[in-house]
C-alpha cells in the first residue's frame, strides 16, 4: 500500500510524473474539457486542524475527477471522542477509496496510514505540508520553467512548510537556503536525513543572505495553527524575518515571492511584496487544485 506522507514516499520521477498531469489537468479544465478518471471513487477527508484551501481544493478536485469527497471533523466523529487511531483506520479505509488527513502530530498520520487499507495522503501535519510544495513547484514552473539548479530562499520559520521544502530538494534537485532565528531551526534529523540523500541545503540567520541571488523567495506566518499563544514571543524572534522590498532587493531581478497562506501583512511579508509584482500568491493557491487532482489520479486511479 502506498501512502503520501512526505514528499520522501514518491521517487524522483514520480514526481515529476505527478508534476506533469496537472500541467496537463489544469489545461483540460481551463479548456472545458471533462476528465473524470475517479468516477464511483470516494475520499474521505479527516479535519482536525482549521482549512480553506486544503479543504476546497481536495472537494473540489475529487468532483471534478469524478469522485466524491467527504468531510469528516473529528469533532463530529468518533475520532473526536477517543476512538482509538487504528479502529478508525480500519473501519473508514474499508469504506472510502482514499483518505487525507490534516492534523497536529504527525505520528497520528503515520499511525493511520499503517492501519489503512487504502492510500492516505498528508493534507498537513506539524511536521511536513507536502502537497504545498507540489503546488508551489508547480507554479514555480509555470512562470520560469524547470526549478531543477535553481536557488530557493526560505525565510521564516523552520515548521512543516520549511521540512517539505527540505524534502522537495531530494527529488527536484534545487538549492535551498534557509534563513531562521535561533531556536526555530528545522528538525536536526529532518534536515540530516535530506542531506544524507543529496539534498543542498544550508542555514543562515540572515535573510539577506539567503535571499541574495535567489530565484524564489519563500515565507510563511511567524506563529502557525496551535502556536497563537507565542505570538508575541515569535513577534520578537522573527522581527529582522520579514520579507520586504530591502531582502526582495538581494533575490535575482526575475525572481517570484510565494506564501502559503494565510498572509499577515506587516509581519512576515510586507504588503508591498505579496500584493507587488514579483508575488505568485494567487496562482499557488489555485495550484493547490491542479496538483492535488494530479495526486489523486496517482494513487486513486485503477
Known amino acids: 500500500m502506498r501512502h503520501f506522507l512526505t514528499l520522501l514516499d514518491v521517487s524522483a520521477d514520480e514526481t515529476r510524473h505527478i508534476?506533469?498531469?496537472?500541467?496537463?489537468?489544469?489545461?483540460?479544465?481551463?479548456?472545458?474539457?471533462?476528465?473524470?478518471?475517479?468516477?464511483?471513487k470516494t475520499l474521505g477527508m479527516i479535519f482536525d486542524k482549521a482549512s480553506t484551501r486544503t479543504r476546497v481544493s481536495f472537494e473540489t478536485g475529487m468532483f471534478q475527477l469524478g469522485g466524491h469527497a467527504l468531510f469528516l471533523h473529528s469533532g463530529t466523529t468518533q475520532l473526536g471522542r477517543?476512538?482509538?487511531?487504528?479502529?478508525?483506520?480500519?473501519?473508514?479505509?474499508?469504506?472510502?477509496?482514499?483518505?487525507?488527513?490534516?492534523?497536529?502530530?504527525?505520528?497520528?498520520?503515520?499511525?493511520f496510514a499503517e492501519y489503512s487499507k487504502v492510500p492516505v495522503i498528508n493534507g498537513l501535519t506539524d511536521l511536513t505540508h507536502p502537497c504545498q510544495i507540489l503546488a508551489d513547484v508547480f507554479t514555480y514552473e509555470e512562470h520560469r520553467g524547470c526549478i531543477e539548479?535553481?536557488?530557493?530562499?526560505?525565510?521564516?520559520?523552520g515548521n512543516n512548510m520549511a521540512h517539505s521544502w527540505v524534502n522537495g530538494a531530494v527529488s527536484l534537485?534545487?538549492?535551498?537556503?534557509?534563513?531562521?532565528?535561533?531556536?526555530?531551526?528545522?528538525?536536526?534529523k529532518l534536515l540530516a536525513a535530506a542531506c544524507d540523500l543529496g539534498a543542498d541545503v544550508s542555514i543562515t540567520d540572515d535573510p539577506n543572505d539567503a535571499a541574495d541571488a535567489a530565484d524564489l523567495?519563500?515565507?510563511?506566518?511567524?506563529?502557525?495553527?496551535?502556536?497563537e499563544e507565542e505570538q508575541a514571543q515569535r513577534e520578537v524572534?522573527?522581527?529582522?524575518?520579514?520579507?520586504?522590498?530591502?531582502?526582495?532587493?538581494?533575490?535575482?531581478?526575475?525572481?517570484?515571492?510565494?506564501?502559503?497562506?494565510?498572509?499577515?501583512?506587516?509581519?512576515?511579508?510586507?504588503?508591498?511584496?505579496?500584493?507587488?509584482?514579483?508575488?505568485?500568491?494567487?496562482?499557488?493557491?489555485?495550484?493547490?487544485?491542479?496538483?492535488?487532482?494530479?495526486?489523486?489520479?496517482?494513487?486513486?486511479?485503477?
Not at 489544469?26 to 479548456?31: D, G, M, T, V
Not at 534537485?173 to 536536526?188: I, S, V
Not at 523567495?217 to 502556536?227: I, L
Not at 529582522?240 to 498572509?263: K, T
Open 217 to 227: 523567495v519563500t515565507t510563511d506566518a511567524w506563529a502557525s495553527m496551535g502556536q
Open 149 to 157: 539548479g535553481k536557488t530557493v530562499a526560505w525565510i521564516g520559520d
Open 19 to 40: 508534476l506533469k498531469r496537472a500541467k496537463k489537468i489544469k489545461h483540460k479544465l481551463k479548456e472545458g474539457k471533462a476528465h473524470r478518471p475517479l468516477e464511483g
Open 237 to 302: 524572534a522573527f522581527a529582522n524575518f520579514q520579507v520586504d522590498d530591502r531582502v526582495m532587493a538581494f533575490a535575482n531581478a526575475d525572481a517570484l515571492f510565494m506564501h502559503c497562506l494565510p498572509a499577515h501583512r506587516g509581519e512576515e511579508v510586507s504588503a508591498s511584496v505579496i500584493d507587488g509584482p514579483q508575488s505568485v500568491v494567487w496562482d499557488e493557491a489555485e495550484n493547490r487544485l491542479h496538483a492535488q487532482k494530479a495526486l489523486l489520479e496517482f494513487f486513486l486511479r485503477d
Open 173 to 188: 534537485g534545487y538549492k535551498l537556503k534557509l534563513a531562521c532565528p535561533e531556536g526555530y531551526r528545522p528538525d536536526e
Open 82 to 111: 477517543g476512538e482509538p487511531i487504528e479502529d478508525s483506520a480500519r473501519v473508514l479505509s474499508s469504506m472510502v477509496d482514499g483518505i487525507m488527513i490534516r492534523t497536529f502530530g504527525h505520528d497520528i498520520l503515520q499511525k
